[in-house]
């Protein structure tokens, strides 16, 4: 299966602290997108970062990839119990336009 | 901002029944996609559709049908419901087939579908 994979799959932090989610793959891609969904809703772009970058911001968020370990990770910083939500990632690969999905990562930020 | 709109957030239907389900979008988005999500196996796509009556299969089409007769409606179909196919189904758009890959996907809040 060419679907993605996160990890953790759950994670359950204090408010205040920072999220790590990361993402694997086995493709090569064209870029890779971050998406949160809280409980019951759609999902919500929230970053893109593309093959030839290797790290970016966006107000909390900071996205890293690494083509040579085909992974990308997100971090938010000094998370909010708004945060609580499920984080996934989506890429492309070349020639296509589908977009692959991860697994998700399920994070609770406790106020 | 660019709204997706599922007609049911809800459905309730029995084996075998014709399905309907619905979507629209307000930003004259030229692509538009179906997803079911279940939980372990994240989003996968159905159906997608870059122009009004184009359709290309996704990954999982058996047992479902598309329809898009104006650009901003996109239909999807369930044929003969099964229980199998009671999931979440996920309607999203995104501006158009050029560059696909780096535009962002613009999701409605689904609609979750029980089959008995």
């Known amino acids: 299966s060419q679907q993605g994979e996160e990890d953790p799959q759950a994670l359950s932090i204090q408010e205040g602290e920072n999220a790590t989610m990361n993402c694997s793959y086995k493709t090569s891609i064209n870029n890779l997108q971050w998406y949160r969904q809280n409980s019951g809703r759609g999902l919500v772009h929230l970053i893109l970062?593309?093959?030839?970058?290797r790290e970016k911001h966006s107000g909390r968020l900071r996205v890293t990839l690494d083509t040579s370990k085909k992974s990308s990770s997100l971090l938010i910083t000094a998370s909010r119990a708004a945060d609580t939500a499920s984080y996934f990632c989506?890429?492309?690969?070349?020639?296509?336009?589908?977009?692959?999905f991860g697994t998700g990562t399920r994070l609770k930020v406790l106020a | 901002d660019v709204k997706v709109t599922q007609s049911s957030r809800y459905l309730v239907k029995r084996t075998g029944e014709k399905v309907f389900l619905e979507c629209v979008q307000d930003?004259?988005?030229?692509?538009m996609f179906w997803y079911r999500q279940d939980p372990g196996l994240g989003l996968r796509l159905i159906y997608f559709?870059?122009?009004?009556?184009?359709?290309e299969k996704g990954d999982i089409p058996e047992g479902y049908s598309v329809s898009r007769e104006k650009k901003e409606r996109f239909s999807l179909i369930l044929e003969s419901a099964s229980t199998n196919q009671t999931s979440m189904y996920l309607c999203?758009?995104?501006?158009?087939?050029?560059?696909?890959?780096?535009?962002?996907?613009?999701f409605g809040d689904g609609t979750r579908l029980s089959i008995l």
């Open positions: 559709s870059y122009d009004v009556k184009m359709k």
């Open positions: 989506a890429y492309t690969t070349s020639g296509t336009y589908k977009y692959i």
């Open positions: 999203a758009s995104s501006v158009d087939r050029w560059n696909v890959s780096y535009q962002p996907q613009h």
């Open positions: 970062i593309r093959s030839n970058e």
């Open positions: 930003m004259d988005h030229e692509n």
